[in-house]
């Protein structure tokens, strides 16, 4: 049973336009979500995460929106740039196994220039 | 080192044979984390160390897996009796004490013919 689904496996978009990543998730007890990206034979690195105490958080050009009585979680980039080109992993954990991840099966963004 | 360091990066196991994966974790990261990648999936949580000691190993799928990080720093994840299904990309991650957060290595690549 995927408790955390990331329903679109590639994203194609092009350059200077915005991405919109999207995950969404069963178990109520997370409280803890994050974005991984990863390069092809890399492995992931840690990318932007959000509390479940709020419902948005920003870094730069990227921003992820939390809307909890949705359980749905969404990842922009804004603008896009080719280097942005990867998988994107939604991950999530439950309060008091925050080392316990629990991941989506990933979605390839393709930026195309 | 920079950041946590995976040994081998590929492996081709015959069915039956017995691996070892090492992992060095980033220095002074007390928490170190096993997970398996299987193609196309998310990685999924095998087991957490705090120190030396193994706090969580409910995500080893058999008794044929087991690790061990005998003096709190570099960890040893033991496949006996190797499976074609356990072929996968063994991700070791850590950070410096608990917390979201965690940094992954490049992974090691077992296949298993």
């Known amino acids: 049973d995927q408790q955390v689904k990331q329903n679109s496996p590639s994203l194609s978009v092009q350059e200077g336009r915005i991405s919109i990543l999207n995950c969404d998730y069963t178990n109520s007890m997370f409280d803890y979500f994050l974005w991984y990206k990863k390069y092809p034979a890399e492995g992931p690195t840690f990318l932007i995460s959000i509390s479940s105490i709020k419902d948005k958080n920003e870094d730069g050009r990227f921003t992820v929106f939390l809307n909890k009585s949705a359980k749905h979680l969404s990842l922009h980039i804004v603008p896009s740039q080719p280097g942005d080109s990867a998988v994107y992993f939604c991950?999530?954990?439950?309060?008091?196994?925050?080392?316990?991840?629990?991941f989506g099966k990933g979605t390839l963004l393709t930026v195309n220039p | 080192g920079a950041g946590v360091s995976q040994s081998p990066r590929y492996k081709v196991a015959k069915r039956g044979q017995d691996v070892a994966l090492r992992c060095d974790p980033i220095s002074g990261h007390v928490s170190l984390f096993w997970y398996q990648q299987a193609l196309g999936q998310g990685p999924e949580f095998l087991t957490y160390f705090q120190n030396e000691a193994q706090l969580d190993k409910s995500g080893l799928p058999s008794d044929r897996f087991f690790a061990e990080r005998p003096e709190g720093s570099v960890s040893t994840l033991k496949i006996q009796r190797t499976q074609q299904e356990d072929s996968a990309v063994y991700l070791c991650a850590s950070n410096r004490f608990s917390g979201h957060t965690i940094y992954f290595g490049e992974g090691s690549w077992l296949t298993v013919v």
């Open positions: 991950a999530a954990s439950v309060a008091g196994s925050n080392y316990k991840l629990t």
